[in-house]
């Protein structure tokens, strides 16, 4: 009997003290805190208007359109086709194909310049704002999102971090 109590005794400490532990760790994405700010918006929008940039995804749409259609194309007249006809049909295809692969390379290093630009600029910044809120907070543990299973929204404060970044610019 005083085993049990002893036992009861010893979870509901643990128990408590966990809960009131939890009170002070909470979740924070770098990424998404610097990549939701006002600066980073607009930087993504000087990209959008970029005529390099514009142009680029121009021609990848032309260049999905135009494989679509050559995909239907075949499917619909590949079985009368000759030899030589679905052989230059999967050629040409493939040449799509690869300047659709170069074009996405060149979209995706663009971006991943303005974000490397946004980053260099923020994370400093984002992190002495961090180090604000956990002071003013008494957070005791600050978990990036990839090191949890679960965790209430209420308890990331990646959003407070970019409206301080939004605020001191």
Known sequence: MKMNKTCILAF?????SASV??????????????????????KDQELQKNAEY???????????????????EREKKGLTWSQEQLAESEKKMQF?????????????????????EVAKELQPKALKELEKIIKSEGIELVLPPEAL????PSRNISQKVTDALNKAK
């Open 96 to 116: 799509i194909q690869e300047d659709i692969k170069l074009i996405r390379k060149k979209l995706q290093a663009e971006l991943n310049a303005v974000k490397a």
């Open 12 to 16: 509901l400490i643990t128990f408590l």
């Open 149 to 152: 299973v679960y965790a209430a």
């Open 54 to 72: 514009s142009e680029l995804k121009k021609k990848h749409e032309s260049l999905m359109a135009e494989l679509k259609d050559l995909d239907k």
């Open 21 to 42: 532990f939890a009170e002070n760790i909470v979740v924070f994405d770098i990424k998404q805190a610097i990549y939701s700010t006002d600066f980073a918006q607009a």
